[in-house]
């Protein structure tokens, strides 16, 4: 037979021990975090420096760099749940032996006021809820519901974001942007329909665009929207695909019979860190059915657009100052939902159903 003071004592060293094991994984866990951290901003870091080499093609590096950071980013799902399950049955336990404790240590009859007793109780289990939810969102931050890391190791995917790196990080976007080399292509299908679709080298998304199509001066075609890109996972391992090459993007289609003969395309880009659109000019030149430019476009800020971000990021244009005939067709507002919307001068405005699609 145990004494009464011998036992108790027993059951709360057992208790700190617990503890005590429980911290040691937490240290353990911040070590390899801390590395893991270190690592990955070595990655943003490099990738910043390659956005101000504007005469140089990096969409290569730009590529392995995002995959490198995917890498390390990516913890492998075993550890994590053994972890896991480790901090679950320690908790459980401390929640078992403090139970008992209490027990132990209980005289009748009830009263209510012993229940102000138990709030210290209330207060560590609080605490080690948070603690287990702070190592969960550290060891394994490719849960979509954790958020809580976003600003510090943020998801690969974000590399290829216009609107996080145009907000976030010191980075020249116009650069950025140029090594996703943006290239209009216009395809004939039939006679009587034109397929417009955007290619892009790298998948860089996440941005409000406006795109108009001209003849000499009139316009053909429009289409403005929020371009958001979800890659699909690797069809067989299931691995989240953080980027792609050769990206078609359909902007509309024209359901008219053209006869080009100076086709042109200006193609803005509303960053969300800046006030001034970016614009792409390009040439189109006719290789049989398809209409593509061959040389590299003229690359400027349009000064005479003027936007800001509204609620829920909405793009509302301030001020539109040009008097070309082409930016009259540039919405008031375009809405962050992913939409992409085009039409012709003379018809109304639809929406693109088609997907973005890997050559």
């Known amino acids: 037979m145990f004494q009464f003071n011998n036992y108790f004592f027993v059951v709360l060293n057992i208790t700190s021990g617990l503890l005590s094991l429980l911290g040691a994984v937490g240290i353990f866990v911040s070590l390899i975090i801390q590395r893991r951290v270190g690592q990955l901003q070595d990655i943003i ?3 910043l420096d390659l956005s101000y080499e504007e005469d140089t093609n990096n969409t290569v590096k730009i590529q392995n760099l995002i995959y490198k950071y995917q890498m390390q980013y990516i913890l492998p799902a075993e550890p994590i749940k053994i972890v896991l399950h480790y901090i679950n049955i320690s908790i459980a336990l401390e929640i078992l032996f403090w139970s008992w404790l209490l027990f132990l240590v209980y005289k009748s009859p009830f009263q209510w006021e012993i229940l102000i007793y138990l709030w210290p ?7 080690m809820i948070f603690y287990r939810q702070l ?6 931050p490719v849960d979509s519901k954790n958020r809580m890391f976003n600003s510090i190791i943020p998801s690969p995917r974000y590399l290829r974001s216009i609107a996080f790196l145009s907000s976030h990080v010191n980075v020249s976007v116009k650069t950025m942007i140029q090594q996703a080399r943006p290239t209009p292509v216009l395809r004939q299908k039939t ?15 996440d941005y409000h665009y406006f795109l108009v199509l001209t003849d000499g001066r009139e316009v053909s075609f429009f289409a403005y929207g929020h371009l958001l890109i979800e890659l699909d996972g690797d069809p067989i391992t299931g691995k989240p695909r953080p980027t792609a ?7 509309g289609e024209i359901a008219k019979n053209l006869c080009f003969t100076k086709p042109e395309v200006s193609f803005l880009i509303f960053p969300k860190g800046e006030k001034h659109p970016i614009e792409f000019n390009y040439s189109l030149k006719p290789v049989d059915t398809v209409y593509f430019a061959p040389g590299q476009p003229g690359i400027s800020t349009n000064h005479l657009i003027t936007y800001n971000f509204g609620r829920n990021n909405t793009l509302n244009i301030l001020a539109n100052n040009s ?30 159903k088609l997907k973005p699609y890997i050559d």
């Not at 109780?121 to 605490?127: D, E, G, S, T, W």
Request: net charge negative; aromatic share 10%.
């Open 45 to 47: 870091e490099e990738l």
């Open 121 to 127: 109780m209330f207060a560590i289990l609080f605490v």
């Open 135 to 140: 190592i969960k969102s550290t060891i394994n």
């Open 191 to 205: 006679p009587d329909l034109w397929e417009v679709t955007l290619k892009e080298e790298l998948p860089l998304d």
């Open 245 to 251: 090459r050769n990206l078609n993007i359909p902007l």
């Open 323 to 352: 008097q070309q005939e082409k930016y009259k067709y540039l919405p008031a507002k375009i809405n962050y939902n992913g939409m992409r919307l085009y039409a012709i001068p003379e018809g109304k405005e639809q929406t693109v």
